[in-house]
């Protein structure tokens, strides 16, 4: 069963730093693009970041360009998300999503960790 | 950026219904638009990709069409199951993907 599975989620003040985790399994993680996309609490879906298969194309919103930084470790078949300076407008259920085929749609998703950025 | 937008952002509707959600983008977007179902507390599901082509696994009943900057999702015969939130996603920009603001179905 493919399978996303993030870790690193919780409270960190206004200005902290948070490393999120993607755990992959049942497919061939090397062999797919990953991307992060957050869902602010009753807010609609937002594009994060992407990585290629093997890192060489990464891309961000502008909205956290300079301050997130997505890798991957292909050995270990995970997937990170590195963020700095974290501002409240930050706070969101951060997912890790599967590009299938370098399409830009994304299958599957993981559940899902909550990031919530206040003082 | 591409916007995408959609109507209604919230529709009630009954079991056996036929409903019909749309999505329009702020430029051609040819057939790069993606269709997601998200129920509460859960991750996003991909329902049909390419405007039209529906992800394995995913029931007959769920349509896509369109195709430039008019999209509609439809679904024949509304199940008790299928009451939860969409979302329109475009990936003709790609890595610069946007998605629809949503639209909850809800219960009548």
């Known amino acids: 069963e493919v399978q996303l599975v993030e870790s690193g989620g919780g409270l960190v003040k206004p200005g902290g730093s948070l490393r999120l985790s993607c755990a992959a399994s049942?497919?061939?993680?090397?062999?797919?693009?990953m991307n992060w996309v957050r869902q602010a609490p009753g807010k609609g879906l937002e594009w994060v970041s992407s990585?290629?298969?093997?890192?060489?194309?990464?891309y961000y919103a502008d909205s956290v360009k300079g301050r997130f930084t997505i890798s991957r470790d292909n050995a270990k078949n995970s997937l990170y998300l590195q963020m700095n300076s974290l501002r409240a407008e930050d706070t969101a259920v951060y997912y890790c999503?599967?590009?299938?085929?370098?399409?830009?749609?994304?299958?599957?998703w993981g559940q899902g960790t909550l990031v919530t950025v206040s003082s | 950026d591409i916007q995408m937008t959609q109507s209604p952002s919230s529709l009630s509707a009954s079991v056996g219904d036929r409903v019909t959600i749309t999505c329009r983008a702020s430029?051609?977007?040819?057939?790069?638009l993606n269709w997601y179902q998200q129920k509460p507390g859960k991750a996003p599901k991909l329902l049909i990709y390419?405007?039209?082509s529906l992800q394995s696994g995913v029931p007959s009943r769920f349509s896509g069409s369109g195709s430039g900057t008019d999209f509609t999702l439809t679904i024949s015969s509304l199940q008790p199951e299928d009451f939860a939130t969409y979302y329109c996603?475009?990936?003709?920009?790609?890595?610069?993907?946007?998605f629809g603001q949503g639209t909850r179905l809800e219960i009548k």
């Open positions: 999503a599967r590009d299938p085929g370098n399409y830009g749609w994304f299958d599957p």
């Open positions: 049942g497919f061939t993680f090397s062999s797919y693009s």
């Open positions: 990585i290629s298969s093997s890192s060489s194309y990464i």
């Open positions: 430029q051609s977007i040819s057939s790069y």
């Open positions: 390419a405007a039209s």
């Open positions: 996603q475009q990936s003709y920009s790609t890595p610069s993907i946007t």
